[in-house]
């Protein structure tokens, strides 16, 4: 099995900017973005997990994306592992292979490993929820499925990033109450029992300051829901000017 340095440098650089450059800097040093169509950079960009629905282990994140942006702020490599449509139950049937580096197939056609073995990522970002609104799921299962994350990445000690739900214009007034429900949860509970959850908040972005979930930031969105390529450009600035990362935390925006 391929150690983590071996793992990295068969990789081939992506072509620009510190998204590559950290990569050849300094093997040991990842982070991972994670979650829905918005972790992956939809519409306009893919991850790599999500390449005509294929695991392409070496497609580079690109300006516009999350993975890009964030490794540009914190000069520390970021996996894309994004992929459009999911809530976050598929994130969480996938979460041991593609953020705790282990071993393990969920069945979804990608294998059993997207992370160099014997290694962890040193902060994961996570960007999911808006499809369990839109499917029906319950905020239970929302709030469970959350709590799986905080608790998992706390076990080995890993700053984890939140967005919150966000703005979207086919919000129904039952979605709403939800995902306000949820968002709630996540800055009162989990964020206040888990010491490595922080949590950013996205509705406040998304919505252009109104925090209104049925309204968009003007200018910062390609339709409804998914950001422009400035979009993603501005949140990840929004991020970095807004997020209280943990103490200690090896990444820093």
């Not at 071996?6 to 994670?34: C, E, H, K």
């Not at 490599?77 to 598929?90: A, D, L």
């Not at 294998?111 to 990522?121: D, E, F, H, N």
């Not at 499925?145 to 984890?160: E, V």
């Amino acid at each position: 099995m391929l150690s983590r340095r071996a793992f990295l440098a068969a990789l081939p650089l992506p072509l620009a900017g510190l998204a590559g450059r950290a990569l050849a800097r300094d093997s040991q040093d990842y982070a991972v973005v994670v979650g829905d169509s918005i972790a992956e950079g939809e519409p306009q960009r893919k991850g790599r997990l999500n390449v005509q629905g294929q695991f392409v282990p070496d497609y580079p994140s690109q300006p516009g994306q999350l993975s890009y942006e964030l490794a540009e702020f914190s000069g520390v490599f970021h996996f894309n592992h994004g992929m459009g449509g999911q809530t976050s139950t598929q994130v969480r049937a996938r979460w041991p292979r593609d953020v705790l580096a282990e071993d393990f197939d969920p069945g979804d056609g990608r294998g059993p490993r997207t992370l160099p073995a014997g290694t962890l990522p040193r902060l994961v970002y996570l960007h999911v929820g808006i499809n369990d609104v839109a499917y029906g799921a319950t905020a239970a299962t929302l709030q469970d499925n959350f709590s799986y994350f905080a608790r998992t990445t706390a076990a080995h000690r890993i700053p984890l990033v939140i967005d919150n739900i966000g703005a979207w214009l086919g919000m129904t007034d039952a979605m709403i109450a939800q995902a306000g429900e949820v968002n709630r949860w996540l800055a009162q509970t989990l964020a206040a029992r888990y010491a490595n959850v922080a949590v950013v908040d996205y509705l406040h972005w998304s919505s252009g300051g109104t925090d209104n979930f049925r309204v968009m930031a003007p200018g910062l969105f390609v339709d409804g829901l998914h950001p422009t390529a400035q979009g993603y450009i501005e949140l990840a600035r929004y991020a970095r000017a807004n997020l209280k990362l943990p103490a200690g935390s090896a990444v820093r925006y």
